[in-house]
């Protein structure tokens, strides 16, 4: 059965929610959300508006665009998005110059925007040698960072605010690539960038754990509880749930002491496994964030998922103690223009320009493990 389509009126009553004060990633805030944009898994031909419509409110900090889903031969896929974009010739790149517009307008409004890399698609495996992930690093910089000269850029003028790294299978030779790529960022003056990553609740995670173990400096990390047995579905459980231990990481592991841990959970029940309602979730919360002192808000996957699932976002934003990131915002910009562009909310429609196909990444986190409620055993 095809998902029901939001309405005008109830994606109104939720982007009405938000209080009055914008914020993008707060680094010392519990109250962050960070939501994925671009892979529609609703499915629906309405489901995943244009990125302004998102962005008109504070109840969202961080919205990471999916994906940036090959680095050798760079490659975008943005799903539905996509069809308002054109094919770059002889890349696997597409122009975006809508996205560019809504990246520029977020921004205006306060939000930190990430492109995220990888996504369950990916199968390059990362890179022979420190010198191919260093110039692939480059690579990835001129195409999103602050070299708006260089070719081929998606987003044209626009300039991202970070990455996120969302790897689902093992890699090689990914520390070299963050870290030339984080350099290439703290060096830049022009604003402050950021680096996060989408780990399995799994500890250690299979496919990052060389970055995660103490070798590169990210912000903060957007933990996967759901599609495994750690997840939020067994929060119950105190051999399963395993917050605790990325709690410890973060403070005895991280290159970054400072660095915020998400919960990450799935925006509707068919967003992933392991989906909770907003009551539970709500407990969860308030438990983790009373607890553990790196905790730093919420993820969800995706924001196609999240409106269609009405009340969830108003709910976890009050879960999470109301307006904003919560502690200091640590974005600063020079010089930036605040963009005074007039939100529009669209309906997709067919681009006529041949391109790549916008079929979307396929869901993210799918480990064969199991996520009932009790303890896999074996």
Known sequence: MAPSLPSLASIASILALAPSALAGFASTGTSNIAVYWGQNSAGG?????????????????????SFLTAIKNPTTNFASAGDLCTAIAGTGLLSCPQIEEDIKYCQGQGKTILLSIGGATYTEGGFTDSASAVA????????FGT???????????AVVDGFDFDFESTTQNFVP?????????????????YLSAAPQCVYPDAAMNDMLNGAISFDWINIQFYNNWCGVINFSNPNAWNFGTWDTWAKQTSKNPNVRVFIGVPANTGAGGGYVDATTLGSIIS?????????????MWDMSQLFENSGFLASVRSSLGGSGGGGSTTTTTKGMTTSTTTMVTSTRTTSTTSQPATTGVAQWGQYDLPFSSSLRTG
């Open 45 to 65: 031909a309405t489901t995943q508006s244009r990125l302004q419509t998102y962005c008109t409110d504070n109840g969202i900090n961080i919205i990471n665009i």
């Open 136 to 143: 692939a690093a480059n690579a990835v910089w001129d195409l």
């Open 147 to 157: 070299n708006t000269a260089a070719a081929n850029r998606p987003f044209g003028s």
């Open 177 to 193: 690539f963050a870290s030339q790529l984080r350099s290439l960022m703290d060096s830049d003056g022009s604003k402050t960038f």
């Open 287 to 299: 438990s983790t964030k009373s607890e553990y002192s790196s905790f730093g808000g919420v993820m």
